[in-house]
């Protein structure tokens, strides 16, 4: 019976240890995404300065 609750009490220590690791690695991910949102952002900041500059171009060129 000793041996049998040692067991139980190993498998429950286990168990809070990988729920925490689930729990960590939900944050990471977390956070992980709202960097890659932040970068989303960024990059259609670029594009539209890019479409600008092109336009301008294009105005230019038509100018000549």
Known sequence: ??????????MRETY?????RIVD????????QEDVDGLDDEFD???????RVLEAFEV???LD
């Open 45 to 51: 900041e670029v594009a539209r300065t890019l479409e």
């Open 60 to 62: 230019a060129d038509s």
């Open 25 to 32: 690695a939900e944050e990471q991910i977390n956070e992980m």
């Open 1 to 10: 019976m000793d041996r049998l609750e040692k067991q139980v009490g190993t």
């Open 16 to 20: 809070g240890q990988v729920k925490q």
